[in-house]
């Protein structure tokens, strides 16, 4: 008699469970389905493209064994080409159509902004865009889950560093007129402001603009010793290798964490080398001693036949892994409201970005530190944390 009701409640309690999972958008028996909206051939697909191969990886390997609770991930992506029709297309037949779980790495601020009325409606997450901006997190939102340290908290942390440590004057931006770039203009200007500086000057620029002659001879002329960018990938290669050709080799460059990538160390003949920039990870490089960095390190090139995974392998890597967290901290009854729980309960030592990852009801960002880092013989070398 026993062992009947027992065995009854069982079913019961895995009947509603299925009901449950059911009723989840995204979600069934033996699949959790997510969804990227992603840069996989614009300016920003340096950052896109190895995200979603990494993220992949991962996801293979968890499947391998199993999967989350008996659920395979299935990840969709989207390419958007850093291209705002494009973007909202592919949002809603992920969302609508495709009928996604969660969003993950999704790419751009400007993106991710205009993504988030839908995401809102439909209570679906949003983890770990690819995008720094302060919006990912504010205002607050059940369905916002952010990575790292904000583009002005960089800025505001690094203009500082510049001036206490490089003697740095006068500031002023480059910067793309989104949300992106009008970030970080702003944070220079806080930063600036608050360290008793100058802000000199500033140039706004189209996506694939990649003709810096004029810019930069206006703010040289201006008499900026320190240029922060909001750029794309290629674009911030370009603008350094320019002011150098032109003979202006005693201003400074920095970044924000969309001009932290292997790729701009790594460019041929040392043309971006002395450039800053300010970031909410660590750069692999130097960590390679850690066995638990280089055996990803391997296993991504072994599965790649790339020499070395860039910066957007890294947080491909570290964002599938919050995802699985979250996924396994959710049990089997797999719904937004007891995935919320789950993200919200996330604490643990994150090896591969080399930060502390901690969310929480009241916090939905999940590390707020800011790494500043130089180029020193092709290579990104950390100079402090804040």
């Given at each position: 008699?026993?062992?009947?009701?027992?065995?009854?409640?069982?079913?019961v309690?895995?009947?509603?469970?299925?009901?449950?999972s059911?009723?989840?958008?995204?979600?069934?028996?033996?699949?959790?389905?997510?969804?990227?909206?992603?840069?996989?051939?614009?300016?920003?697909?340096?950052f896109g493209?190895?995200?979603?191969?990494?993220?992949?990886?991962?996801?293979?390997?968890?499947n391998?064994?199993?999967?989350?609770?008996?659920?395979?991930?299935?990840?969709?992506?989207?390419?958007?080409?850093?291209?705002?029709?494009?973007?909202?297309?592919?949002?809603?037949?992920?969302?609508?159509s495709?009928?996604?779980?969660?969003?993950?790495?999704?790419l751009?601020?400007?993106?991710?902004?205009?993504?988030?009325?839908?995401?809102?409606a439909?209570?679906?997450?949003?983890?770990?865009?690819?995008?720094?901006?302060l919006?990912?997190?504010?205002?607050?939102?059940?369905?916002?889950?952010?990575?790292?340290?904000?583009?002005?908290?960089?800025?505001?942390?690094?203009?500082?560093?510049?001036?206490?440590?490089?003697?740095?004057?006068?500031?002023?931006?480059?910067?793309?007129?989104?949300?992106?770039?009008?970030?970080?203009?702003?944070?220079?200007?806080?930063?600036?402001?608050?360290?008793?500086?100058?802000?000199?000057?500033?140039?706004?620029h189209?996506?694939?603009?990649?003709?810096?002659?004029?810019?930069?001879?206006?703010?040289?002329?201006?008499?900026?010793?320190l240029?922060?960018?909001a750029?794309?990938?290629?674009?911030?290669?370009?603008?350094?290798?320019?002011?150098?050709?032109?003979?202006?080799?005693?201003?400074?460059f920095?970044?924000?964490?969309?001009?932290?990538?292997t790729?701009?160390?790594?460019?041929?003949?040392?043309v971006?080398?002395?450039?800053?920039?300010?970031?909410?990870?660590?750069?692999?490089?130097?960590?390679?001693?850690?066995?638990?960095?280089?055996?990803?390190?391997?296993?991504?090139?072994?599965?790649t036949g790339?020499a070395?995974?860039?910066?957007?392998?890294?947080?491909?890597?570290?964002?599938?892994e919050?995802?699985?967290?979250?996924?396994?901290?959710?049990?089997?009854?797999?719904t937004?409201e007891?995935?919320?729980?789950?993200?919200?309960?996330?604490?643990?030592?994150?090896?591969?970005?080399?930060?502390?990852v901690?969310?929480?009801?009241?916090?939905?960002?999940?590390?707020?530190?800011?790494?500043?880092?130089?180029?020193?013989?092709?290579?990104?070398?950390?100079?402090?944390?804040?």
């Amino acid at each position: 008699m026993k062992n009947t009701l027992r065995n009854t409640v069982a079913a019961v309690s895995m009947t509603l469970a299925g009901m449950a999972s059911a009723q989840t958008q995204g979600v069934s028996d033996t699949e959790v389905l997510i969804g990227s909206n992603q840069d996989m051939s614009g300016v920003f697909a340096a950052f896109g493209a190895p995200a979603m191969t990494a993220a992949n990886l991962y996801f293979d390997e968890v499947n391998a064994n199993g999967g989350v609770h008996g659920r395979k991930i299935r990840l969709v992506i989207e390419d958007h080409a850093y291209q705002m029709p494009k973007a909202m297309s592919g949002l809603n037949k992920l969302v609508n159509s495709d009928k996604v779980f969660a969003m993950l790495l999704s790419l751009g601020t400007p993106m991710n902004v205009a993504a988030f009325p839908l995401l809102e409606a439909k209570g679906i997450p949003n983890i770990s865009p690819l995008t720094s901006s302060l919006q990912m997190t504010d205002p607050p939102s059940a369905i916002k889950y952010a990575a790292s340290s904000s583009y002005y908290d960089q800025m505001i942390a690094a203009v500082k560093y510049m001036k206490e440590n490089e003697g740095s004057t006068t500031a002023c931006s480059m910067y793309i007129p989104s949300d992106f770039g009008n970030e970080i203009k702003a944070g220079t200007l806080a930063a600036a402001e608050a360290n008793g500086m100058t802000f000199a000057a500033e140039t706004k620029h189209k996506p694939d603009e990649l003709d810096f002659v004029g810019s930069l001879s206006k703010l040289k002329a201006e008499g900026c010793d320190l240029i922060t960018v909001a750029l794309g990938v290629r674009q911030a290669i370009t603008a350094v290798a320019t002011a150098k050709k032109i003979g202006w080799t005693d201003v400074k460059f920095l970044g924000g964490s969309a001009s932290f990538h292997t790729a701009v160390a790594k460019v041929p003949g040392g043309v971006t080398e002395g450039f800053y920039a300010a970031a909410g990870w660590s750069d692999l490089v130097a960590r390679m001693g850690d066995p638990e960095v280089a055996s990803w390190v391997k296993s991504y090139t072994d599965a790649t036949g790339e020499a070395f995974p860039g910066t957007g392998a890294l947080l491909g890597r570290s964002a599938a892994e919050t995802l699985v967290r979250g996924l396994e901290a959710a049990g089997q009854d797999l719904t937004q409201e007891s995935f919320q729980a789950a993200m919200e309960s996330l604490s643990y030592e994150d090896k591969i970005s080399d930060i502390m990852v901690k969310y929480s009801a009241d916090n939905h960002q999940g590390a707020a530190e800011v790494i500043i880092s130089k180029i020193v013989d092709g290579n990104w070398v950390e100079l402090a944390r804040q």
